[in-house]
């Protein structure tokens, strides 16, 4: 859509659209657009709260008063909870807890191969029953995880002799793999309540090692003088979950 408001827009029509991954609408600079932090196929959030898609399609509208652009706006609201939900979902395998902060680094990367490990059996169940998206950047769970914590450990790993992109491109798709990795393991394993995407996001950024990986790697990169390696810290994590600096 971004790319077709270019086109609509060269006829004389004014256009707004909005964003869901803000990412590539940065590349593509479309003349007015909002992003927000919604999960994939809810652009106004979920159903069941007209009031809440009212004021995104107002902020969306808000994008044409822009005098010149291209404008891209961030939406400040995460969504509400969907009506038709039926509970917090929680996650249905025995993953060990966290280490505590602070723990030796050699502690924390085994922790997060325990996971990758222990998800390992009902992510190959999902690859069996449907296509993965965890093929970003061609490496296999363990791989991308061991590049991710060679990174939140602050070191400054070789490329892979057979890398599908150069650093960072190949560090965010390898970060994008091991999510997808971690989301269609738990989604493969039966529970009670379907999980929804904001709920798959708080679980692993907020309960799992590998979260804590990530979030290290983009605290690691935030203030980066390389634009690219700060690119890389603005998509890494959810912008909903990012964590604040201590005071």
Known sequence: MSALAHHIEGQGV?????????????????????WVPFE?????GP?????????????????????????LE??????PVAADDEGPWACPLPLPAPPPPGSPAEEFARQVLDE?????????????????????????????????LALS???TPDEPADARAPFPALIRFAADDLKAFAFEAVIARPSTAPPQGAELNQW??????????????RERFVDAEDPA???????IVPAALIRQPPQ
């Open 47 to 71: 159903p069941g709260h007209p009031e809440f898609q009212r004021d995104v399609l107002r902020a969306l509208l808000a994008t044409l008063e822009a005098e010149s652009g291209p404008v």
């Open 40 to 44: 994939l196929g809810r652009p106004f």
């Open 14 to 34: 004014a256009t707004a659209a909005i964003s869901l991954i803000r990412e590539h609408t940065e590349v593509i600079r479309p003349p007015r657009a909002l």
């Open 229 to 235: 390696w700060k690119a890389l810290a603005r998509t």
């Open 153 to 155: 450990r602050g070191e």
């Open 74 to 79: 961030d939406y400040p609201y995460d969504a």
């Open 116 to 148: 990758v490990a222990a998800l390992r059996p009902w992510y190959n169940e999902s690859c069996r029953t449907r296509r993965t998206l965890a093929v970003n950047s061609g490496l296999e769970p363990e791989d991308a995880a061991e590049l991710i």
């Open 204 to 217: 692993l950024f907020n309960e799992t090692a590998m979260g804590e990986a990530l979030h290290q790697v």
